[in-house]
């Protein structure tokens, strides 16, 4: 079978954190070649390099035997590369048929458009593609499925002969699974090839060839599917080297500290989530991306109020409807995505570690820039916070520094509950051992923390119980002896009973 | 405050004072009736109302919005503090219901902005409009005229407005500029700019923030056209055309970034001071005035271009490119 695209030794670092070290990977026409690992693994970043969203740092592509040394997006389409996105990626406000045309009839700027024969082709791909979408709706007006199923007709219009379908099934019910299966073997028969990305190990199981594992950022391993099973895929995606011992010491818990009863918010997607974390505990809270986790942490910091259910502080009912009365409840949330969320990257570290408890550094509403040092200063020790000075922008920090600031934002408003969003995404090894160094520390100190993470390792290494979520809310909950990766991914994966 | 803030956040300050020191250097040397006390008072007596909206417009950009509105307010509160005069209210307390006003008309913008999300560009673009054409339509054109004695200087001398007037911009400059540094609220104006999600987050109310922030300005308008009102003996309701330019212009060449976070209240006395002072200064040099606003523009642009070179998005496509090329 020809070789469709080679990657070779492919690298890339992204500020200083590696994402991607000298991984090769290879498909051959007719083939589905499937991509898995943890979030955070590699894969996104490596396709982003096939399509040329991003540039690799070192390693070489090659199409059909032919190395290409520049790929860029355009460069990508016309050798016949489409990706099909987790997120469809359509224009929110043309047509389906003009969004299916932007893509094929690329380059033709002074061209009289063709409306009808637009129309025509738009609904033989949609046809093709096994959906049943009128080409004249605006993309905005389309469900998640639907754009998807658009997404694919592109890439068939294309006559794109290497597909990368990201999580292309994510959205998409059984019998829009069963017709997207149908269309990649329809685009196998014809020689083309299949990246395919997914969590759903079952399908990777159902369609693929081959598959590829990667675990922080290296591809370790490339085997036959026949040749591998689920427990032992399992393995090989979340193995980590001996040395990577979390500090997790036993405490004894306090009283409850946080409870939720039925929490529900219709706006983000979330539905009668139960939990609670005491006084000493770390909760782990596991899922896939999208599975509300994030949406959780957000309603019970009063970011987006719930609009269903309880919320009970120490035994106490709540109501929480936004960020300050959840500060002033002792409730601290350090975001997912500091850079947008976090930290405030043109303000010099002191501010930043103030900005949520300026009262605390304030005398007579006047800022006492000598008190808001010498707490931020505190931090830097206590916390490890490698900064020239406190006086120093965030922004010229590295990651876990970042982090480590933002956290000090949290710990300085004094809270009981600590909800702590992916607290080592991005941040390097090193710092990575500090922050869970650090969350011990706190939990020892009397904290209920709540640990939401994608990384499992990190999960089982910290928590003393896990609650897992799928779609909105919550499908299990371990306790630290009965956790393992398997029960865990096979709660995010296949819900037994909500 | 300490070494490395120091020297991070002053740049724009220290080489707009260099800027405006080399200009006055020539001055001296070539145009030494420049200095002369008439020119420097009339210079000072029409550019303290333009301070006051700058400072307010400082906050409204640092928090990452832009009111273009504010010569339409300054107009309408003109008229209104000549009107209410007239109307026999003592110039103290019409001075105080037009600055009202002015908060009144600040605040509307800033709650379409904050709680109803509409981009700052746009609602004051419609206010901007919608007060200037509403005062045409009310007044006809006509000029407020037969103004009674005490409202001319507030009712004080010639010689003791200037004094009154410059001191109560200074206090109002100052408190802000403290404010700004100083007060929790400031941190809030900075971090609501900077981060709004962060900020949020942190607790801060970023839409009162913004809305306050646009109220403020609104009251410095206000007071801003009563003392420029006082000055002359009638009223147009013409005034104040192209004041937002010049005012959005000096804060941006004193350093604030129309992205929000960044700028600073001296920095903006110093931008309107170079560009205040560039137009007179050419006359005196015995050039064309004709390119005053060129070179207004001019001033603007490096400016912005120094911003631009500074921001990493710009490093980063200058390193893409060298890259490609390697």
Redesign the interface.
């Known amino acids: 079978m020809p070789v469709l695209l080679s990657a070779s030794g492919i690298s890339k670092s992204f500020e200083g954190v590696r994402a991607l070290r000298e991984v090769s990977f290879d498909l051959n026409a007719g083939e589905v070649h499937a991509l898995v690992g943890e979030n955070g693994a590699g894969k996104s970043t490596l396709i982003k390099i096939m399509t040329g969203a991003e540039?690799a740092d070192a390693g070489t592509l090659a199409v059909s035997g032919r190395t290409v040394p520049?790929m860029s997006p355009a460069m990508a389409r016309s050798l016949g590369i489409a990706a099909i996105y987790q997120q469809p990626s359509l224009f929110a406000h043309l047509s389906v048929a003009e969004n299916i045309a932007l893509s094929l009839e690329a380059g033709r700027v002074w061209q009289r458009v063709d409306w009808a024969a637009r129309r025509r082709r738009a609904a033989d791909l949609l046809d093709e593609a096994g959906a049943a979408i009128d080409p004249d709706r605006l993309a905005g007006t389309l469900s998640m499925p639907e754009q998807q199923m658009v997404e694919i007709a592109k890439a068939i219009g294309a006559h794109a002969r290497i597909v990368i379908m990201d999580e292309p099934t994510a959205s998409l019910m059984d019998a829009e699974i069963e017709r997207l299966f149908s269309v990649i073997g329809l685009l196998r028969a014809q020689g083309g090839g299949i990246i395919y990305i997914s969590h759903r190990l079952e399908e990777v199981f159902a369609v693929s060839d081959r598959i590829t594992v990667l675990r922080d950022g290296e591809a370790v391993a490339t085997q036959a599917t026949a040749a591998i099973d689920r427990p032992a895929l399992i393995q090989t995606m979340v193995g980590r080297p001996l040395n990577d011992v979390f500090p997790k010491r036993p405490i004894a818990l306090g009283a409850c500290a946080l409870e939720v009863r039925q929490l529900s918010n219709r706006a983000l997607g979330l539905h009668d989530v139960s939990l609670s974390v005491s006084c000493g505990e770390v909760l782990g809270v596991a899922g896939l991306v999208g599975s509300g986790r994030t949406e959780l942490a957000e309603t019970i910091?009063g970011?987006e109020p719930a609009d269903g259910g309880e919320i009970l502080l120490r035994g106490v009912s709540v109501r929480i409807g936004?960020?300050?009365q959840?500060?002033q409840h002792g409730i601290a949330?350090v975001?997912e995505d500091r850079r947008?969320?976090?930290?405030?990257?043109?303000?010099?570290v002191a501010?930043n570690a103030s900005?949520?408890s300026?009262?605390a550094v304030?005398s007579r509403?006047?800022?006492d820039?000598a008190a808001e040092?010498r707490s931020a200063e505190g931090y830097v020790e206590r916390l490890r916070i490698k900064t020239?000075?406190v006086?120093?922008?965030v922004g010229a920090l590295s990651g876990g520094n970042q982090q480590k600031v933002a956290l000090a934002?949290w710990l300085s408003t004094g809270p009981q509950v600590l909800i702590l969003d992916e607290p080592t995404q991005g941040v390097d090894v090193g710092a990575k051992a500090e922050i869970h160094a650090l969350i011990q520390d706190l939990a020892e100190r009397g904290l209920a923390i709540i640990m939401i993470s994608s990384e499992l390792p990190e999960i089982l290494g910290m928590s003393d119980r896990v609650v897992v979520m799928h779609a909105g809310t919550v499908s299990g909950v371990l306790s630290r002896s009965d956790a393992t990766q398997d029960r865990i991914l096979a709660l995010a994966l296949a819900p037994t009973e909500p | 405050?300490?070494?490395?803030?120091t020297a991070?956040s002053h740049v724009r300050e220290w080489s707009v004072a260099s800027a405006i020191a080399a200009l006055m250097l020539v001055l001296t040397v070539a145009a030494p009736g420049f200095f002369s006390r008439e020119n420097l008072s009339d210079l000072l007596l029409a550019n303290l109302p333009v301070l006051l909206v700058a400072v307010g417009m400082t906050l409204v950009i640092i928090t990452g919005e832009i009111d273009i509105s504010v010569g339409s307010i300054f107009a309408v509160c003109g008229v209104a503090s000549g009107l209410l005069s007239k109307s026999g209210m003592p110039i103290w307390l019409a001075g105080a219901a037009v600055c009202l006003l002015g908060t009144a008309f600040g605040s509307l913008n800033g709650a379409l902005v904050a709680y109803v999300g509409i981009p700052s560009i746009v609602v004051t673009l419609a206010t901007m409009t919608a007060l200037r054409d509403g005062l045409r339509w009310a007044t006809e054109g006509a000029w407020v005229q037969d103004l009674p004695r005490s409202f001319q200087w507030l009712g004080l001398t010639q010689g003791r407005y200037p004094l009154v007037a410059t001191v109560v911009t200074g206090l109002i400059t100052a408190a802000l500029a403290f404010g700004l540094r100083?007060?929790?609220a400031g941190?809030a104006v900075?971090?609501t700019g900077?981060?709004p999600?962060?900020?949020?987050?942190?607790?801060?109310?970023t839409s009162a923030t913004r809305t306050c922030v646009f109220a403020i300005l609104g009251t410095l308008t206000g007071l801003a056209a009563v003392l420029n009102a006082v000055r002359f003996n009638q009223i147009p309701t013409n005034a104040g055309i192209g004041l937002e330019m010049k005012v959005i212009a000096s804060v941006v060449v004193g350093g604030a970034s129309v992205t929000g976070?960044?700028g600073s209240v001296l920095g903006t006395v110093l931008g309107l001071v170079l560009l205040a002072a560039t137009g007179p200064a050419l006359t005196f040099l015995g050039v064309s005035a004709y390119w005053e606003r060129a070179i207004q523009g001019a001033i603007i642009l490096v400016a912005i271009a120094a911003d631009g070179i500074r921001r990493p998005s710009f490093r980063r496509l200058v390193g893409a490119a060298a890259?490609?090329r390697a």
């Open positions: 540039r520049d910091f970011l936004s960020p300050s959840a500060i949330y975001p947008r969320h976090g930290v405030v990257l043109e303000m010099p501010a900005l949520a300026l009262a304030s509403g006047m800022i820039r040092r020239p000075s006086s120093t922008e934002r | 405050m300490t070494r490395t803030e991070a100083h007060l929790a941190r900075y971090a900077s981060n999600a962060a900020a949020r987050l942190a607790g801060l109310d976070g960044t890259g490609a």
